[in-house]
């Protein structure tokens, strides 16, 4: 039976995030990138950022950077900026449902 280290949520994300922006993994058929996934009994899914909205990440995807929106039950739970990793809320809590 192989050995493998249990994964982080962070660690996941980014592997994600470079397997979907950098290696160019398979997506669904959509114009921007989106993949969906299961870690830990969590359905998450990964975004390419649209550069034509107007946050600062779409800015940094209309500039040429790899930028991938995560979310979770339709609530945006954290980013990946070319391999950086930045969180909206702990990833550690799934039913956090506190706000800032």
């Not at 969906?36 to 034509?52: K, M, S, T, V, W």
């Not at 995807?61 to 391999?83: C, S």
Request: proline share 3%.
């Amino acid at each position: 039976m192989p050995s493998h280290s249990p994964q982080s949520l962070e660690d996941v994300l980014i592997s994600v995030w470079r397997q979907t922006m950098v290696e160019h993994a398979k997506t669904k058929g959509h114009k921007l990138k989106q993949v969906d996934f299961c870690f830990e009994e969590r359905n998450l899914r990964g975004l390419q950022q649209n550069p034509a909205t107007k946050s600062r990440w779409a800015i940094m995807a209309a500039e040429g950077k790899k930028v991938m929106q995560f979310l979770e039950n339709g609530r945006y739970i954290a980013v990946v900026a070319d391999g950086k990793l930045r969180t909206y809320a702990r990833l550690s809590n799934k039913d956090s449902t506190s706000s800032q």
